[in-house]
Structures are given as C-alpha cells and as structure tokens.
C-alpha cells in the first residue's frame, strides 16, 4: 500500500473503465486511481485530462513494471483478458476483470496462476449488488415463495437493427450476448442455487441483418434436478416492449415479478450520478414488483418494494477487505466463474448440437 491506500492501474478507457470501475474505485477510500493505460489518447477523450493526477501509460506491459500498482483493473475486449491478466498476475499484480475469458481452461489457468504467485483474482460481477436481484434473493432467502419450482431471469431489448460497427459487432473469442449479458445472469443464478445437473442452450442471432455473424442473443435453461426447479436465462435484442420483464420467480408458497432494470447503470451513463449521489442506485415506486402470495387458500397480491441496496460500490468495498486479508470478503470467488463460464461453453455447445448436455 501506498499513503495507506491500494493503487489501482486500469488497462483500457472506454465505457466498462469510465462508467463501471472508476466511479466507484474512487469513492472507496482504500483505493486511489493511479494509472490508466490508453493506447490512442484524442482530444475529447484523454484519461490523462480527465484524471490529471494519473500515470498515462501507452502499453500494459509499462503499467505491469511499475512497482507502485497493486490491484490491475483490465476493462478490454475479452480476447485479450488471458494475455493481459498473465501479464498482470506474473508481475505479481492483484486483477480483477469481466467476462473471465473465453474459456474455461483459460479461466482455470488463470485461477491457478493467481494461487501460485500469492495474489487475489476476482471477477467483476457487479450485478450481484443489483437492487431487483438482492429483492429476489432476499425473498428466495427468507422462505417468503417457499421452495422455487420456476426462476426466470432476463435482459431483453428492443435492438433489431444492425450492431454498431465496433468489436462489439464481431463474433469473436469471449464476444456475444451469453458472454456479455448472458455471465451476468448466469452469474446470479449460480450465485443463488449453486451448478446445475443439467443445461439446454439456444445461442444466436435473433438480428435479420447480422453482416458479422456476432451471436446476439441467448436463451438459457438451467436444469437443477436436485431441487426440481428450472433457471430460464434470457437475452434477446427482439423484445418490442414498454416495461421489459426482468425477473418471474415462481415457488410454491407464492411468486415474484418484477419489470424494468436496476437504474445504475442509466443513472450512471444517462444522468450523470455517482456513489453517494442523492438517489442513486434507488428505483422509483413505479418500478417495483409484484408479489402473489398464497394465504388462507387464497393468491392474494401486493407490491413488492425493491430493497435500498449497497450499490456496486460494494464490489470495491469488499475488494479491499480481501486485499487487507480478508478471505472471506473476495468479492467473486474465481472459482465460481470458472463454473459459469463452462456454463456458457456447453450452452453454446448444446445449441450447435441442439440437444440438453450433462454439465
């Protein structure tokens, strides 16, 4: 630690490191933003003028010499997340990215390479601190649907027209709707009810003009026949919808349905909000769910307030409790994702072959 704090050094400066990472590494008051690597500064779009206290670097292998960097945030394509993570992980850095990698012996051997050299690797899933989903879990968790049969979790848009013309667009290793959206909410559902017995995938383009092939959505069937219940994990970019459904969890005591997203990420991107802003992370009255709830014989119906939550602030909170040596605060395990990224293996491998697969 530097001055009592851990430096953070960030490869790459687009979206996921302006909008995802920065804003809340500093409102933590462990961290401090130490360097940015970005290749191509333009005016308009200069980390060294956005952030004038930070070390610019022009290449991950400089960021990974300098000894003062502790935790190495990689915010890049996901092609590139074993070569940058390696290099981060070899110089004895702490890392901490999203999606993993594009497969899971990649992941595993980057799990390994993190035990061997002493050092914390996690994984930034940030939408387990999203308010909707901790309402979920805090339902599921108090017994309040009884024993889930049904647990449906989506992220559809109405996004028919062509990719914008970025490496977002391209089928490449790591890229696509069950890498990008689908990890989250895989994530979470593992998170909730551990690996499934069973998986049935159905990967690809729901796009009529697709020049690039990318696989833009997904649909997800999680089978826990230990439990008798089915996950659906959905991803579409056909959904022409006023209020996009988010959650419908079904149990036998009653149910939960909840539309809309969590509002961070709008508010984060949209209208400008940070941490500890007035009314961020919290979702207006319009947007709460919906609880039926079986009593007397009868489904009776409520609203379902979303619960005020951490915010993904809690990510980097937890971040340098285990940094601080901590264990048990590791935000992800990296063993968990090494579990969700096989998941998204074999459902890709179950749509090409179009049959359910063992996991």
Not at 123 to 137: G, I, M, P
């Amino acid at each position: 630690m530097a001055g009592g704090k851990y430096n953070v050094g960030i490869i790459g400066y687009g979206l996921s490191a302006k909008t995802f990472h920065i804003p809340f590494i500093t409102a933590v008051p462990e961290f401090n933003l130490y360097a940015i690597v970005q290749r191509h500064p333009k005016p308009g779009d200069d980390a060294s003028k956005d952030h004038p206290s930070i070390k610019l670097y022009h290449s991950a292998e400089d960021l990974v010499k300098d000894d003062q960097v502790h935790v190495v945030v990689i915010s890049t394509a996901p092609e590139s997340h074993l070569h940058l993570a390696k290099l981060a992980l070899n110089a004895k850095k702490n890392g901490t990215f999203l999606p993993f990698t594009p497969t899971a012996a990649e992941a595993k051997e980057l799990t390994d390479l993190a035990k061997a050299q002493g050092v914390l690797l996690t994984v930034y899933q940030n939408r387990r601190w999203d308010s909707d989903f901790l309402t979920v879990k805090k339902y599921i968790e108090d017994g309040t649907l009884g024993r889930i049969a049904e647990f449906e979790t989506h992220f559809d848009r109405h996004r028919p027209e062509p990719p914008a013309e970025n490496w977002k667009a391209y089928n490449s290793p790591g890229n696509g709707a069950v890498y990008d959206l689908g990890t989250h909410l895989i994530d979470q559902v593992v998170y909730l009810f551990g690996m499934p017995q069973r998986i049935t995938g159905f990967v690809g383009s729901q796009r009529e003009v697709n020049p690039h092939g990318l696989e833009d959505s997904c649909t997800v069937l999680l089978h826990y026949d230990n439990i008798k219940m089915l996950a659906t994990v959905k991803a579409g970019v056909v959904s022409p919808e006023v209020n996009q459904l988010r959650f419908w969890v079904r149990g036998v005591k009653g149910s939960f349905k909840k539309f809309h997203l969590d509002p961070q990420e709008d508010q984060l991107r949209k209208l400008g909000l940070k941490p500890g802003d007035k009314g961020y992370g919290l979702e207006p009255e319009e947007h709460y769910g919906t609880l039926n709830l079986v009593k007397g014989g009868e489904i009776v119906s409520e609203v379902a307030p979303t619960i005020t939550p951490p915010t993904y602030i809690e990510y980097y909170r937890r971040l340098a409790a285990a940094l601080a040596g901590d264990a048990s605060q590791i935000p992800v395990p990296p063993e968990q994702s090494v579990g969700v990224i096989r998941l998204v293996e074999l459902a890709r491998e179950s749509s090409k072959l179009g049959k359910t697969l063992t996991v």
